[in-house]
């Protein structure tokens, strides 16, 4: 593609050298791609870890205690290795102190810039039942979206990111925190307000199992969008209004 100049705040015509033109738009700013790849490279080792940490114990209980022996809330079916966790309990914590410092970073930068108010909060208008449901159904029929639709979020995706952002991720890590018994012997209300240990470690699991999913539908829809446009824009921090590359 032809070299292209940009312009903050402003679209410009640039030329792939085979006849077709394309607008690049403004989309990603660099903050928000750095703590992006950062935060989607340490999801990955989360997970990872997690799966490891998991199959060394499959038993989710409710309350203070549990293990071999006492009664389970959930027997998950997957195997039972005990003692095979080590190097995943060291990954899953290193991952989990770089993703809450990135965290940080992102929400800090999201509130003292437009980039919530701007990105993430819906407009009033958008937020009818009838809007909602037919950016739904659209999804669900896998229905691309129309190129300018896809230069900014729609109400659905700003809920969705909304919920993750301000929602799932502080407690995943609130739960995280409430299984360390550091922390829990020095603020022990915040095991106390998940039901104890176990507990929170149950709530830890059902929440990872919905940001996997999340992860899973957002990458969907990120090939439905155009995969090749959608990836530019996050590395490159510009989005080209024109036809996706077949």
Request: contains cysteine; positive net charge.
């Amino acid at each position: 593609m032809a070299e292209t100049t940009y312009l903050p705040g402003l679209a410009i015509r640039g030329s792939d050298g085979l006849g077709s033109d394309s607008l690049d738009y403004p989309r990603h700013s660099a903050v928000v791609r750095i703590t992006h790849w950062i935060t989607a490279a340490t999801f990955v080792a989360l997970v990872v870890s997690g799966i490891a940490i998991l199959i060394a114990h499959p038993r989710l209980y409710w309350g203070d205690t549990g293990g071999v022996g006492t009664p389970s809330l959930i027997d998950l079916p997957i195997p039972f290795m005990i003692g095979h966790s080590g190097w995943g309990r060291y990954l899953h914590f290193l991952s989990a102190w770089i993703c809450v410092f990135i965290g940080l970073l992102y929400a800090i930068y999201g509130l003292v810039t437009p980039h919530f108010r701007k990105n993430l909060l819906p407009a009033k208008a958008d937020l009818s039942w009838r809007r909602i449901w037919r950016l739904v159904w659209n999804d669900l029929r896998l229905k691309r979206p129309a190129e300018e639709e896809a230069l900014a979020y729609n109400v659905v995706q700003r809920l969705t990111y909304l919920a993750v952002v301000f929602v799932l991720f502080p407690l995943i890590i609130l739960t995280g925190l409430a299984m360390s018994p550091a922390i829990a012997s020095v603020v022990p209300i915040l095991r106390e307000g998940f039901g104890g240990q176990q507990s929170a470690r149950t709530i830890h699991f059902f929440i990872a199992v919905a940001l996997v999913l999340f992860v899973c539908v957002h990458i969907l829809m990120v090939f439905l969008a155009g995969f090749t446009n959608r990836v530019r824009a996050m590395i490159t921090g510009h989005s080209a209004a024109g036809k996706e590359p077949s």
